[in-house]
C-alpha cells in the first residue's frame, strides 16, 4: 500500500497497530479514539504486527519510520535512540503511520497474512506486507499547481523503491 505524506519524505512504516484514532468521518460516524480497528480477541501477539518488507526498499530518501506512541501516550523513535523498541504484546496507541486509515488497512492486510494465508495458503505466507508512505507534490500552503518535474522525480523514487525492494524478496 501506497499513501502520501509530507513534501519530500519517503517512508516504509515499520509496524502497524490494532489500535485507531478517533475523528469524524464524511458520515459522521465518530471512532472512539483509541479504539481496536479489529478484534485481535485477546491475542496480545497481534497488538501490531512489523512489515515484512525487504531491507532492500531502504536507499536514500527512502528510509524506515520506527517511531510509535505506546498505551500511555509516550513517543518511541527508535530510529534516534537505535534501541527503544517496542515489547510483544505492548499495545501502541499509534505506528509509525499514527493512527489512520492507511495503518488500519496495513494492519488488516499484514493480519490477514499473519492468520489466515499461514493456514490456508502456506506457500503465500513469504509474500510481504507493508506501507510505503511517499512525498505529496503539491505545497497547499502556495496552492502550488501540477509541476511535471516534481511528479517525474517522485516517480523515479518510487520506481527505484520499488524496484530495490523487489529484488530483495
Known amino acids: ?20 484514532g478517533g475523528f469524524v468521518d464524511n458520515m459522521n460516524f465518530e471512532r472512539v479514539s483509541g479504539s481496536r480497528s479489529v478484534n485481535i480477541l485477546g491475542n496480545s501477539e497481534l497488538e501490531w504486527i512489523e512489515t515484512t518488507l525487504p531491507n532492500a526498499f531502504i536507499a536514500s530518501p527512502v528510509i524506515i519510520n520506527n517511531e510509535f506512541k505506546d498505551k500511555n501516550g ?10 527503544d523498541v ?24 499484514a493480519k490477514l497474512r499473519k492468520e489466515w494465508i499461514k493456514s490456508k495458503l502456506p506457500n503465500i505466507v513469504t509474500k510481504p506486507t507493508g506501507h510505503f508512505h511517499i512525498a ?23 520506481k527505484t523503491a520499488i524496484n530495490n525492494g523487489v529484488t530483495g524478496i
Do not use: C, W
Open 1 to 20: 500500500m501506497i499513501t502520501l505524506k509530507l513534501p519530500n519524505q519517503y517512508n516504509i512504516d515499520k509496524y502497524a497497530t490494532a489500535t485507531r
Open 74 to 83: 509516550v513517543v518511541h523513535n527508535p530510529n534516534a535512540s537505535g534501541n
Open 86 to 109: 517496542p515489547t510483544i504484546g505492548e499495545q501502541m496507541i499509534e505506528g509509525p503511520g499514527g493512527d489512520y486509515l492507511s495503518n488500519e488497512i496495513f494492519y488488516r492486510v
Open 136 to 158: 505529496k507534490l503539491q505545497n497547499e500552503t502556495i496552492k502550488e499547481d501540477f509541476s511535471v518535474s516534481k511528479t517525474q522525480n517522485l516517480l523515479n523514487i518510487v
